[in-house]
């Protein structure tokens, strides 16, 4: 199964602060039909996941755009520019490209 | 707009099974797949496994196949999923999910005798 590994496990930011999460992935995500299945997902406190970005860059409908998304291969990165209260919760990065789909183990991004 | 509502919550002995459904609304039921998520207290998310309400074809986590059971009723629109032979280690939050874009409540189910 692919392993991805989130960094780091927890994340202090203030309001206003730009953050990044790094999820790297035991193998490449690029599937043969050229797509590269990597998404995104946010877990508010007591509410299900919801998802933020797809298919690595792509912003879901209705996410703000101080949310984007980069990478390729093994390597993805989820940055934050300018942290809101809203922010604040558990992100997980989720791959599609190889059964089993597998999800990181998570970062919690806390207020400082 | 989309919708998946998930049944309550549910509390089982071990040894027993729990099916729980997981109603789709504001989209075609029949052409996206459903996938079935677990959450154990305080962990991360594992994939269960997913079925194609069209067909009925199922893929399953190797870790779950012989543990959970999914079915559809295309008429309500609705995606079940059974659990047999509960422990201590099924007690968890269970989401259904569309592509990941839409996502139930999320069913507790709990085993204790």
Known sequence: ?112 | QVKLLQSGAALVKPGASVKMSCKASGYTFTDYWVSWVKQSHGKSLEWIGEIYPNSGATNFNEKFKGKATLTVDKSTSTAYMELSRLTSEDSAIYYCTSGFAYWGQGTLVTVSS
């Open chain 1, 1 to 112: 199964d692919v392993v991805l590994t989130q960094t780091p496990p927890t994340l202090s930011a203030t309001i206003g602060q730009s953050v990044s999460i790094s999820c790297r992935s035991s193998q490449s995500l690029l599937h043969s039909n050229g797509n590269t299945y990597l998404h995104w997902l946010l877990q508010r406190p007591g509410q299900s996941p919801q998802l933020l970005i797809y298919l690595v860059s792509r912003l879901e409908s209705g996410v703000p755009n101080r949310f984007s998304g980069s990478g390729s291969g093994t390597d993805f990165t989820l940055k934050i520019s300018g942290v809101e209260a809203e922010d604040l919760g558990v992100y997980y990065c989720v791959q599609g490209t190889h059964a089993p789909w597998t999800f990181g183990g998570g970062t919690k991004l806390e207020l400082k």
